[in-house]
């Protein structure tokens, strides 16, 4: 097997947090009056911060193999971006072994590694020369650089006036240019717009797949993930707890969510009313973030008082609070109408298009009787882990997915 480009072992990461002790708000009496105690008592103890102990990342090992498009995936505080900052020698572990082979190229917050007073131009041979290249290699890839950041306008300006935009095109076409062994992405791409992320997103395929050279990319867009990275590994609270294909990595993210959001009735005495509403995959998982290809589920249990049947009426709202559309179904109870009534409704796959979205409910009878109404609540995310839209994160496409008919003439 070949030797791994990166290799991992045992690395943790801690950090001491101090804690200041809090003091409830004091009058002037009550501090003049302090003070005085403590100079009759003469027991004035020293303020004690406490000190905690907190593990950004906690015992990890993993081997990367040249050619390799890596996606970091994971909850915000999951570790990630202490991992690259790690990989890319901006701190260093508290404890394991890293071993890089090969030259590593950083793009993890806006103007990494520019110096604000110098111009565009200045920045390309330092970062050039800081990445161990001489001054010839970095001319040969100059035009092509300039013309892939599209400022050659503001070539010889201050890299200090450019905007948070213009900063993240010229940092990630030296990154990507500069031909470095390993080229580490963060979230900074989101910076840029819509069709600047899509042409990044192509060169570090263009360079991983057509160059053989290896990328670490963390991004929370998991259409992108899905559609650039070759393995996933899933982050959680410090620890890696998957590394394999990108599929199955996108689903574990996806299963493990931390906050799930839950219906309880304040009021559970009241009749014919909802006790609990929720949402569920296919497998049972209770969860509010869903796949674009997941079927999701909104589980209802009804408190039924003596209704032979009853209509239930759910309509999803998209985060302007506008209907994307709504359904009613007629529930027949039988001759048991009395007691707990569980029902499912299920949203099919491939229909809502990734965003936010949150669901009004309501209890009624005939459009006569009206139970109970809930308006707004239980937001839920569809994640586009995949369709053709990924590349174009932040714009906004509409409700639903349509797969039209072409012709040609």
């Known amino acids: 097997m070949a030797k791994p480009i990166i290799k991992v072992e045992q690395v943790s990461k801690k950090f001491t947090i101090s804690h200041e002790p809090t003091e409830r708000y004091s009058s002037l009496r009550d501090v003049i009056t302090n003070k005085a105690r403590k100079l009759v008592n003469n027991k004035e103890k020293p303020r004690q911060n406490a000190r905690e102990d907190f593990f950004a990342l906690k015992d990890v090992s993993f081997d990367i193999q040249a050619g390799d498009r890596v996606g970091i995936i994971g909850r915000n505080g999951a570790g990630k971006s202490t991992l690259l900052k790690i990989l890319s020698r901006i701190t260093e572990p508290t404890s394991g072994r890293i071993s890089i082979r090969g030259r590593v190229a950083s793009l993890l917050e806006v103007g990494t590694g520019f110096h604000p007073e110098l111009s565009g131009r200045e920045n390309i041979f330092l970062n050039g020369t800081i990445l161990g290249m001489n001054r010839n290699e970095i001319r040969k890839k100059f035009d092509e650089i300039v013309d892939f950041a599209e400022i050659e306008k503001f070539l010889d300006t201050p890299v200090k006036r450019y905007s948070s935009g213009m900063y993240v095109r010229l940092a990630f076409a030296v990154a990507a240019h500069l031909e470095p062994e390993i080229l580490v992405v963060d979230e900074v791409l989101a910076v840029g717009d819509a069709q600047f992320q899509k042409k990044c997103l192509g060169k570090m395929e263009d360079v991983s797949r057509n160059g053989?050279?290896?990328?670490?990319?963390?991004?929370?867009?998991?259409?992108?993930?899905?559609?650039?990275?070759?393995?996933?590994?899933?982050?959680?609270?410090?620890?890696?707890?998957?590394?394999?294909?990108?599929?199955?990595?996108?689903?574990?993210?996806?299963?493990?969510?931390?906050?799930?959001?839950?219906?309880?009735?304040?009021?559970?005495?009241?009749?014919?009313?909802?006790?609990?509403?929720?949402?569920?995959?296919?497998?049972?998982?209770?969860?509010?973030?869903?796949?674009?290809?997941?079927?999701?589920?909104?589980?209802?249990?009804?408190?039924?008082?003596?209704?032979?049947?009853?209509?239930?009426g759910i309509a999803v709202l998209d985060k302007f609070k506008s209907k994307v559309f709504t359904s009613i179904n007629t529930i027949e109870t039988g001759a048991n109408s009395a007691g707990s009534l569980s029902v499912e409704c299920e949203i099919p796959n491939h229909f809502l298009a990734p965003g936010s979205y949150s669901l009004d409910i309501a209890l009624f009878k005939s459009r006569i009787t009206t139970f109970e109404y809930i308006g707004d609540v239980l937001p839920f995310k569809v994640i586009d882990n995949g369709t053709e839209l990924a590349a174009f994160e932040g714009v906004d496409y509409g409700n639903v997915l349509c797969k039209c008919k072409w012709s040609y003439e």
Do not use: W
């Open 212 to 312: 053989g050279r290896t990328v670490l990319f963390v991004s929370h867009n998991m259409g992108v993930i899905s559609n650039l990275c070759n393995v996933g590994y899933v982050f959680q609270s410090g620890k890696l707890i998957f590394n394999g294909k990108t599929s199955e990595a996108v689903n574990m993210y996806l299963d493990n969510s931390t906050e799930v959001d839950v219906y309880d009735a304040p009021d559970l005495a009241k009749p014919n009313s909802f006790r609990k509403i929720f949402f569920s995959s296919d497998n049972g998982y209770r969860k509010n973030e869903f796949a674009h290809d997941e079927f999701i589920k909104v589980r209802l249990e009804i408190q039924n008082n003596g209704q032979k049947s009853v209509d239930i």
